[in-house]
Structure formats: structure tokens, C-alpha cells
């Protein structure tokens, strides 16, 4: 996984691209502090270039969700398609994110 990020007044947009598995879970955590540094109220994961999550991305998504609601910010998943929206919908992941096409 790659990702890269934009910050836009009171939001930051990550576009992650690639493959999303247990195996980026030492640099998603980078990328979870570089998003708490900015101080964004508005935090989109942006995931059309993503075109495989497994069940430990998920579980990544979930700590950016945490750690958004530490600082009181939103966390909106944009953008997900083929196996990566599918398994947003049969993890329910709608009932915990503001999910945008």
C-alpha cells in the first residue's frame, strides 16, 4: 500500500493505493500519526485505488476510526470499489463510517 496526503483547510485526503493487507501495518501506522499531527477535523481515506483489503485493513481502517474520535474528528471512508466495497458491506463497515462513492 501507498498512500499520499493533502490537507485543505480543516480536512486531510489520504489516497491510498495498492494492495491493503496485514503486511502495511507498520506504515499505516506512520500514516496514522502524520494524520493526528495535522489536526484535521475532516479526515477522508480516500480508497478508489485501493483494489485489495483483507481482514487485518479493516482492522487498520477501524484504528484511524479510533484515533479520529480521539480528537473529534470525522473520518469519512470515499471512493471504494469491487472486493474493497464489497467487504466494507459485509463487514457493515456503514454503520461505523460515513461511507461516500
Do not use: C, P, W
Request: aromatic share 6%.
Amino acid at each position: 500500500m501507498n498512500y499520499t496526503t493533502e490537507k485543505s483547510g480543516d480536512t486531510i485526503k489520504v489516497e491510498l493505493n495498492g494492495r491493503f493487507t496485514f503486511g502495511d501495518h507498520s506504515s499505516f501506522r506512520k500514516l496514522i500519526e502524520e494524520i493526528r499531527s495535522q489536526e484535521a477535523e475532516i479526515q477522508i481515506l480516500d480508497l478508489s485505488g485501493v483494489e485489495f483489503i483483507d481482514s487485518a485493513g479493516l482492522g487498520m481502517l477501524l484504528l484511524a476510526r479510533d484515533e479520529g474520535e480521539k480528537s473529534r474528528a470525522t473520518v469519512i471512508l470515499k471512493g471504494a470499489q469491487g472486493q474493497v466495497k464489497r467487504m466494507l458491506e459485509v463487514a457493515r463497515f456503514d454503520t461505523l463510517f460515513k461511507l461516500e462513492d
